[in-house]
């Protein structure tokens, strides 16, 4: 290499080094269901660094169908719009603000995945490429949009999932979501058949609330049934491990997994 050869590649370097995240604008919205309305937060890349039709995630928060919003996940979908994928974090009934049941905040999540998809050329995203997500209760939400509309994503990206399971080892949840909604059975060890889209599962090994033997049952019905289910467990974590105010590490670390899931061919 020619010292010119080498001095244009020492100023490439540095401006590569010298970039900085590319800039997102967040815009919210609401949308309306059986009488309620929430709150929908956008997160948009910059269309000049990443053009043409983007990806698309849609973020649930966790909180038993009782506790939370939409900012649990606005760390997730900052850093997803920072690297070219649309995000959206959403508000849906919860039994703090509005008595509601957990059937009501699956009915709410089916009305966003609906909103999200409608919303697909005016936010440039590409319809194939929309996944759902959420973490917990919001995992069972983002499961359940799925069913409930007959639309299914082009994947799930699912942390510490709340999964429906009966066997003696497990803790039952039932008593807090039911085991239908709408006619349609809740996220259960037995729910993902053939045809499901691919799925990640981030659990911690230590969940009080979702044990490590109901996720890995989950994922061993859902491979034994030819779906591409990975999961991934942390070691000595417990529930909610992935969110950014509870460990930064592992925030980094699940939301690294996410952009590597959705950046798939």
């Not at 809740?186 to 033997?213: A, F």
């Amino acid at each position: 290499m020619t010292p010119e050869e080498l001095k244009k590649k020492q100023e490439a370097t540095v401006r590569r080094q010298s970039q900085r995240a590319a800039a997102v604008t967040c815009e919210t919205i609401t949308y309306e269901n059986e009488g309620s309305t929430h709150a929908v937060d956008v997160y948009h890349p910059d269309p000049e660094v990443f053009p043409g039709k983007r990806p698309g995630i849609l973020f649930f928060f966790g909180g038993g169908f009782a506790l939370g919003c939409r900012h649990a996940f606005r760390e997730q979908a900052q850093i997803c719009a920072e690297n070219g994928i649309v995000a959206a974090t959403a508000d849906y009934r919860i039994y703090t603000e509005h008595g509601s049941k957990a059937r009501d905040s699956f009915s709410d999540g089916a009305a966003v995945w609906k909103l999200f998809r409608e919303k697909a050329d005016d936010w440039n995203m590409d319809p194939e490429k929309l996944f759902l997500s959420g973490g917990s209760a919001g995992a069972m939400i983002a499961f359940m949009c799925g069913q409930m509309t007959g639309v299914q994503p082009a994947g799930y990206v699912m942390f510490n999932p709340g999964i429906l399971d009966d066997a003696p080892d497990a803790n039952n949840i039932v008593n807090i979501s039911g085991a239908q909604a709408d006619g349609f059975d809740v996220i259960n060890t037995e729910s993902l058949k053939q045809g499901t889209p691919k799925m990640l599962v981030m659990h911690g090994e230590k969940d009080h609330i979702i044990l490590k033997n109901t996720v890995e049952r989950f994922v061993r019905y859902g491979k034994e049934n030819g779906v591409d289910v990975r999961l991934k467990l942390y070691p000595g974590m417990d529930h909610g491990f992935y969110n950014f105010n509870r460990s930064r590490p592992h925030f980094y670390m699940t939301i690294g997994e996410t952009l590597s899931f959705i950046g798939e061919d």
